[in-house]
């Protein structure tokens, strides 16, 4: 059952109970991310993340750690583009002594600068270690070329310089000009009740009064593009970008099945067409990005550097397919199938509703149930597949990089995926 309630300084508490739980999981979460920060500031709202762990003026780093640890629970957080969440999950017997492990961490951390500056270095190699994974640094690179000039496309953990320069004042400045009580939310689902977990935490998170008028965000720009990245690696990692859906876009259920189509499943095409049948790469998959204005469908691939323009012809056919020809009603129902199945399996764990109960919040204000997304799923046919497709896809509106030991020039990615 959900239940939401409105404290007093704009707070959002949303609630769900789950009754056959045995365990509650709760998230603070604040409609903050990468992409409302400042220049200087790349970074800033991931290294707060980090640093709210750290030590409050009730408990030190390892009191939080052993206070857990006593229950059999365990605390985290996340930042994205859009968002960062400070999360636990305990007992259901339990729930007081999380509410006020969480509200601490978030109302009284200390933001010690010996800590900082330890932090830091910390932080500092989590920058070089995707730096050194090539899989996951041809999307950092990638995203900052195809969303140029807006902070949607920089890193969430920012720049080595820039995090090396953050202190304390700075990170007290943020939370005080961005955490403000409209854009927080408390989000719970397990075994609870809605009341008795209002009542535990409305005292401390009412005490927050920033009312500072935040800065709209700026919808990016899309650019396409054709690039190559040398670099002496063993594959050569390949990404290639078109504008996508937001989440609130009522086309956003066309576009994820399609996704699944196309390549987040082992049945994909590109899956099959590429690893399955020709075996030119190990890995080959299609994702969606969707943030609060925008999208990107995308397709990455690891392959070796003499299968390049074999795989991009593969890939550019299997686009110029899906943009000619209907999809089948079967394949259709399979990928409707998919999603469905995956939803409801995740929706048997609490960390799952419980962010599913934020973000529902966040971008439509008020609870969607499981049944209604169903519908939604099997509504969508093969025209609308086809028709929302045509609209975002055309070869001279892709983005593509390639990034490794290539030695084909920064036009040949895209002259192969104008082919056809």
């Known amino acids: 059952m959900y239940q939401k309630t409105v404290l007093r300084n704009g707070i959002r508490v949303v609630t769900e109970k789950i009754p056959f739980a045995h365990s509650v999981s709760t998230g603070i979460w604040v409609n903050a991310g990468s992409r409302d920060e400042d220049p200087l500031e790349r970074g800033i709202t991931h290294f707060i993340e980090h640093m709210l762990f750290k030590g409050t003026k009730r408990r030190s780093a390892l009191d939080i750690a052993k206070e857990f640890d006593s229950v059999g629970g365990f605390a985290n957080a996340f930042t994205s583009k859009e968002h ?56 950092v690179l990638f995203q900052e070329d195809f969303w140029k000039q807006n902070p949607l496309g920089l890193p969430i953990y920012g720049t080595v310089e820039t995090v090396e320069k953050m202190g304390r004042m700075e990170m007290l400045d943020f939370i005080t000009n961005r955490f403000n009580p409209g854009r927080i939310l408390v989000s719970a689902a397990g075994n609870l009740d809605h009341q008795n977990f209002v009542d535990l935490i409305a005292p401390s998170m009412e005490t927050l009064n920033h009312s500072i008028q935040l800065p709209e965000r700026l919808a990016p720009d899309y650019h396409f593009f054709s690039k190559v990245v040398k670099k002496d690696l063993e594959q050569v990692h390949l990404v290639i970008g078109m504008r996508g859906t937001s989440q609130t876009d009522e086309t956003r259920f066309a576009s994820h099945l399609l996704n699944v189509i196309l390549g987040s499943s082992m049945s994909s095409r590109l899956f099959q067409e590429i690893r399955e049948k020709r075996g030119l790469a190990y890995s080959v998959y299609s994702f969606c990005h969707s943030h609060e204005d925008s999208g990107m469908l995308g397709i990455y691939a690891g392959i070796s550097p003499e299968n390049i323009e074999q795989v991009l012809q ?107």
């Open 84 to 139: 960062v969440c400070f999360h636990a999950k305990v007992l259901a017997a339990h729930l007081s002594l999380l509410t006020d492990l969480l509200s601490d961490l978030f109302l009284q951390s200390v933001f010690d600068p010996t800590e900082i500056e330890r932090e830091q270095s910390v932080i500092v190699q989590e920058i070089r270690m995707v730096e050194d994974t090539p899989d996951e640094f041809i999307h």
């Open 314 to 420: 593969l890939i550019n056919e299997q686009l110029s397919t899906l943009a000619q020809k209907p999809i089948s009603e079967a394949e259709l129902n399979s990928a409707k199938e998919y999603i469905k199945g995956n939803m409801y399996i995740n929706a048997e764990n609490n960390d799952y509703r419980m962010n599913r109960l934020a973000k529902n919040e966040f971008l439509f204000g008020r609870h969607i149930p499981f049944e209604e997304v169903e519908k939604k799923i099997n509504m969508v046919s093969p025209e609308d597949i086809q028709e929302w497709f045509c609209g975002i896809y055309s070869p001279d509106k892709m983005a593509a990089m390639l990034y490794g030991p290539v030695e084909m020039e920064s036009e040949a990615p895209e002259n192969i995926l104008r082919q056809g």
